[in-house]
């Protein structure tokens, strides 16, 4: 499990012809490698063989309501910004069973699953995603009440972090302090440097299993020019982010103004679809079935995702308690951006961007915190 240090050791340099070799060292531990990698015109996270699944050379192009893969001009491995996949998918898998029971004579046993875990190593996990699995922590274990499927899948992962050396069309992490360079919660991080027919990683210890693991790696000790590069990369990163988000007095700002007529705006434009809070990396709202089979000997109880944004979710006898659009977007952003600070001490978004690329219609959350603080009396007179 990775440490929150962040370096162990001093920086090292891996020529990317030797990156097969740090996957194996990883495998070679009993580790599943779960990674980017293209499938049906996304880049997504799924388990890997090698090095070659890695989607070399391509990168993403994203804006409200679109992405789409283009071709790079170069060879880079993690020349991309984040996909509709987040690594909540396993941790928090979208459905799980929660136990199973068959008829014995007048009662009933709970049958046992006996299933081996996996253990997972998440290979080219970003900034805003590390903080996103901490968030997703917090809220799953930090409390009286601890999901142990998550907390056990979490102290068995291995993360290699990646530094972002692009920013993308729809992320505003730096505006949420979440990247886009990584600082902690990793066991290796790594900043791939492409410098004319140069091209290498460099690579930051944070575990002393991080630093087992790379010790099975050539490499070489890094020099002042890889951290200087390294810092460029970051630096140039955060300078192009195209959005931001002023989270200062967020939370007070969005509950002076519960009533406000940008309420109404957005709900115009809102589908309900839900797309927002499944790309979501901490969204953990989750709802629960009851099956049982055609015999009616065997019955089991599944967890499930659900969503704030379906009429079922907040529906008690008598009706849902939000009905419409209105309401249930109201709720998702201010449960996002103001209450979940009441509930864990901290804001609830990273600025992934997600949310703003896989909504259908193009609604972009910064643009409605925008609006709603540029017409604020409070928020205005204190500029």
């Known amino acids: 499990m990775a ?30 490698v779960i990674g980017p990698t293209i499938r049906e015109a996304a880049i997504v996270y799924d388990r890997l063989s090698s090095v070659e699944d890695f989607p ?10 679109k992405y789409r893969l283009t071709r790079r001009s170069d060879q880079a491995l993690f020349g991309y910004n984040v996909g509709p996949h987040s690594w909540k998918k396993l941790l928090h898998p979208p459905v799980q069973s929660l136990w199973k029971c068959k008829k014995d004579g007048s009662g009933f046993e709970i049958v046992a699953e006996n299933q081996p875990s996996q253990k997972y190593a998440f290979f080219g996990v970003r900034a805003c995603e590390l903080r996103a699995i901490a968030i997703l922590g917090k809220v799953l274990t930090g409390g009286d009440y601890s999901d142990p499927g998550y907390k056990s899948r979490r102290e068995d992962l291995f993360l290699v972090a990646v530094n972002c050396g692009q920013a993308g069309g729809t992320c505003f992490c730096a505006s949420m302090g979440s990247g886009p360079g990584v600082t902690s919660g990793y066991d290796l991080a790594l900043t791939e440097i492409l410098d004319g027919e140069n091209h290498y990683f ?61 309420w109404d705006n957005v709900a115009a434009r809102c589908l309900t679809c839900a797309n927002c809070t499944m790309v979501c990396p901490t969204c953990f709202c989750t709802t629960v079935e009851d099956v049982t089979d055609l015999t009616g000997q065997n019955a089991e109880r ?82």
């Open 302 to 383: 599944w967890r499930k995702w659900d969503s704030c944004f379906t009429m079922d979710f907040s529906y008690i006898h008598g009706g849902s308690v939000r009905a419409t659009p209105k309401s249930r977007y109201r709720q998702w952003m201010m449960h996002k951006l103001a209450t979940w600070t009441d509930q864990f001490g901290e804001i609830g978004c990273v600025g992934c961007g997600r949310c703003i690329t896989w909504c259908p219609v193009g609604i972009d959350i910064t643009e409605e915190v925008r609006a709603i603080r540029e017409s604020d009396p409070v928020a205005v007179k204190a500029r």
């Open 202 to 262: 460099v690579a930051e210890i944070g575990s002393p299993l991080g630093a087992e693991v790379i010790a099975e790696v050539p490499h070489r000790e890094a020099t002042q020019t890889d951290h200087e590069k390294v810092a460029q990369t970051v630096a140039e990163t955060s300078a192009h982010m195209a959005r931001s988000l002023d989270t200062n007095d967020l939370k007070e700002l969005l509950y002076r103004n519960y009533e406000h007529p940008r």
């Open 56 to 65: 070399r050379g391509w990168a993403d192009e994203q804006s409200a309501g």
């Open 3 to 32: 440490a929150e240090t962040k370096e162990l050791a001093p920086s090292l340099a891996i020529e990317v012809k030797d990156l097969p070799q740090l996957f194996a060292a990883i495998s070679k531990l009993g580790y599943q």
